[in-house]
């Protein structure tokens, strides 16, 4: 089972988690998801979480001790543990990296909000805990906070866990599991009834049964769609 624990100062944030595809795959018991309060973890009176950059600057950058504390208390076991930091500055996420995520066995979310997280919480836990450390941007524009990207990558990476998808071959033909020689296709388009809606007419190779002609019309359009994004 994949144990998914969450550090975030806004936990309220993550509830949508309770929901749909990934309510049922925790009743069902194939995923846990754990989410905790970070300022819980606060060391000073006024249970504050962050302060004021060294070198100056604009902004307020969240300290390492209560991230050190959150941290500790989520991994204190012999298990191997990920930690995924949630940052515009990190690499960007994409189908490949969910499909490793979800053969891990615990992943750590670090939520960070304001200018970041202390840099040293990552190289900690990389050099001292060695766990496999990732800073990881879900797109290049700037959010409030990881709690939405943390969300983005926890929905895409428990999908692909064995047993969370109703029908497992919906896995097969989407977009960015198709490939050609040239790297990952977008999905072709897809129709169902009626086959007249409005004027338009569903293309009608799809009504032909031949079933080897649909699988090349299928390729030829997830081709052509991938094109037209990558022309723009
Ligand atoms: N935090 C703020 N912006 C972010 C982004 N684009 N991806 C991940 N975490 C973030």
């Known amino acids: 089972m994949l144990k998914i624990s969450i550090i975030s100062i806004f936990p309220e944030y993550l509830k949508p988690l309770e929901l749909s595809l ?19 973890h606060a060391t000073d009176p006024h249970h504050s979480v962050d ?11 969240m300290s390492a001790e209560p991230w050190g ?34 053969k891990k066995e615990n992943l750590i979310f670090a939520c960070g909000r ?16 060695n766990f496999k450390v990732h800073e990881v941007s879900i797109g290049d524009y700037v ?12 929905e895409a990476t428990a999908r692909l866990i064995p047993g969370v998808l109703g029908n497992p071959q ?12 040239d790297g990952s296709l977008v999905e072709y388009p897809n129709y169902t009834k009626p086959a007249n809606w409005r004027g338009l007419e569903v293309p009608e190779i799809l009504l032909s049964g031949n079933h080897g002609e649909i699988e ?10 991938t094109q037209a994004l990558t022309k723009e």
């Open 22 to 40: 990934l309510g049922k795959a925790q009743e069902k018991g194939l995923i846990s998801i754990d989410i905790h309060d970070l300022r819980k």
């Open 51 to 61: 302060d004021t950059p060294y070198g100056g600057g604009a902004g307020m950058v």
């Open 69 to 102: 504390l959150a941290i500790d208390e989520v991994s204190n076991s012999e298990a191997e543990f990920d930690l995924i930091v949630l940052t515009p500055a990190g690499k960007k996420f994409d189908q490949q990296m969910a499909m490793s995520f979800s």
């Open 114 to 129: 304001y200018e970041g997280i202390d840099a040293r919480v990552s190289k900690y836990y990389a050099e001292k805990r």
């Open 143 to 154: 959010l409030g906070g990881g709690e939405v990207a943390t969300m983005v990558i926890v």
């Open 170 to 181: 919906s896995l097969k033909e989407e977009s960015h599991t198709l490939t050609n020689k």
């Open 216 to 225: 090349k019309w299928r390729i030829k359009e997830a081709e052509r769609r």
